[in-house]
Each structure stands twice: as structure tokens, then as C-alpha cells.
């Protein structure tokens, strides 16, 4: 009866270990699975956000670039309208004068 107890002990203590070292295989598998497809999702997620910084980056410049040009059209359109009325003030003053001889006489 003791013999056969320790040959069922032997037995299930071997089962034991057999499925124990199944469960662990199993486990590093998953785990290296796991890791393989974080570090894909993470260096997928990693070029996109450097992909959209650069973007954003090149928009900042482009935008500070045409603000530059805008303010330089700006600053031209006010000279000419500056030119414009120190032209149009004489011309204005000779056609009243004009019209007020044209008037008299």
C-alpha cells in the first residue's frame, strides 16, 4: 500500500510538473508575443507623432513666411496710397480751379 502511495505521489508530482512547465511556455510565448507587438504598435505611434511634429513644424514656417510677405504687400499698398493721394491732392486742386474759371467766365 506505501509503495503504491509514493508510485501515485511520483506520478501526480510528475503531472504537476509537466503541466507547470506547459503554463510557463505558454506564458513566455504570450509575453514574447505581447512585446514584439507593443514595440511594433509603440515605434508605429513614434513615426506618426514625428511625422505630425515636423508638419507642424513646416506649417509655423510656412505661416511666419507668408505673414512676412503679407506685412511687406501691406507696407507697399500704403506707400502707393500715400503716393496716390500726394498726386490726386494737386490734381484735385486744378480741376476745382478749373470748373471755378469755367464758372467765371
Known amino acids: 500500500m506505501f509503495l503504491l ?8 508530482k510528475n503531472a504537476i510538473l509537466m503541466i507547470e512547465n506547459k503554463k ?3 506564458i513566455h510565448e504570450l509575453t514574447t508575443k505581447h512585446s514584439q507587438k507593443y514595440e511594433a504598435i509603440k515605434t508605429y505611434y ?3 507623432t514625428n ?8 506649417l509655423k514656417d510656412d505661416l511666419a513666411d507668408a505673414r512676412k510677405d503679407d506685412n511687406g504687400l501691406r507696407r507697399e499698398l500704403r506707400n502707393e496710397a500715400d503716393k496716390n493721394a500726394a498726386k490726386k491732392g494737386p490734381y484735385d486742386a486744378a480741376v476745382a480751379r478749373c470748373k471755378k474759371l469755367e464758372v467765371d467766365a
Not at 502511495?5 to 501526480?12: A, G, I, L, N, P
Not at 511625422?51 to 513644424?57: A, C, G, S, V, Y
Open 5 to 12: 502511495r509514493s508510485d501515485m505521489e511520483k506520478r501526480r
Open 24 to 26: 510557463n511556455a505558454a
Open 46 to 48: 513614434a513615426e506618426i
Open 51 to 58: 511625422t505630425n511634429l515636423d508638419i507642424i513644424r513646416q
